[in-house]
């Protein structure tokens, strides 16, 4: 699939909502990850910080830190007001509002686009894209995989 710059809706979360999404233990944190559709979530450079072993896949690491924030300008305000437009279908237990919601996210990305550039280089971050993955058998100990499924069914078959 190719992907246009003018396309992409980046939207990625943090290292803390990943724990709770996965439930991820401390046991598990320190497996070799795959972080497939990885996106501009700050998990790859949060994990790196804490000395654990990510790889973060995705193809909208073909363009650049400045390309995907200037993505993230454009489109992050137009993702808060539908999601405003939506409120009741939400659960806001963690995130509260969708203001504080924006706050977390755009937090999340920036940490990545900081470390997209040197975690591009170290090979951390992957243009890679399913159904296929540049990976051998048996590389990884465990694969995250998170909002990309169910809102990609359509592009792709079970
Ligand atoms: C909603 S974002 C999720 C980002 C991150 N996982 C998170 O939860 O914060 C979905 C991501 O899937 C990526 N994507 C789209 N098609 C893909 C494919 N065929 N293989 C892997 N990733 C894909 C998009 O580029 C986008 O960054």
Redesign the pocket.
């Known amino acids: 699939?190719t992907?246009k710059l003018e396309k992409?809706?980046?939207?990625?979360?943090?290292l803390d909502?990943?724990i709770s999404?996965f439930d991820l233990t401390p046991e598990e944190k320190k497996f070799k990850i795959i972080?497939?559709?990885?996106?501009?979530?700050s998990?790859n450079y949060e994990m790196t910080f804490e000395r654990y072993n990510v790889i973060s896949?995705?193809?909208?690491y073909k363009f650049n830190a400045d390309e995907i924030s200037q993505r993230i300008q454009a489109t992050s305000q137009n993702i808060i007001d539908q999601i405003k437009a939506n409120y009741d279908t939400f659960v806001w237990q963690n995130l509260q509002s969708p203001e504080n919601l924006l706050k977390v996210?755009m937090a999340?990305m920036e940490k990545f686009l900081l470390d997209f550039p040197n975690g591009f280089q170290e090979k951390r971050y992957l243009t890679?894209?399913?159904?296929k993955?540049p990976f051998d058998n048996h590389r990884f100990d465990l694969a995250?995989?998170?909002?990309?499924l169910f809102?990609?069914s359509e592009?792709?078959s079970a």
């Open positions: 699939m992907i992409i809706v980046p939207w990625g979360r943090n909502e990943y999404m972080d497939c559709a990885a996106g501009p979530s998990f896949c995705d193809p909208i996210r999340a890679a894209e399913l159904p993955l995250l995989c998170s909002h990309f809102l990609y592009h792709l």
